[in-house]
Nanobody, 114 residues
């Protein structure tokens, strides 16, 4: 009963910035945590950043200081502002919601290359 759709992925140069968005619909009230995960070829999906229902944020060490996760409750969106991008940030990024009605988005490709 929760649907997530990511957008904003694309090709950027090292050092550049990109903003990802995740539009949520359905039983939004059931969500207590949302996060951005990423998966690079040959690697497991990893949690990059998360935000609780109360607004507490967390980040993986690899992106801390460069990425910022935020919510816009009025628009039912989850955002990930990415700055100082590196080639190792290249991956498919997925939006995730946890709660009574959990869900995964389909993913959006982020490629960092010169």
């Amino acid at each position: 009963q929760v649907q997530l759709v990511e957008s904003g992925g694309g090709l950027v140069q090292p050092g550049g910035s990109l903003r990802l968005s995740c539009a949520a619909s359905g039983s939004i009230f059931s969500i207590y945590f949302m996060g951005w995960y990423r998966q690079a070829p040959g690697k497991q999906r990893e949690l990059v950043a998360g935000i609780t229902n109360g607004g507490t944020t967390s980040y993986s060490d690899s992106v801390k200081g460069r990425f910022t996760i935020s919510r816009d409750n009025a628009k039912n969106t989850l955002n990930l502002q990415m700055s100082s991008l590196k080639s190792e940030d290249t991956a498919v990024y997925y939006c995730n919601a946890r709660g009574q009605f959990g869900a995964w988005g389909q993913g959006t490709q982020v490629t960092v290359s010169s």
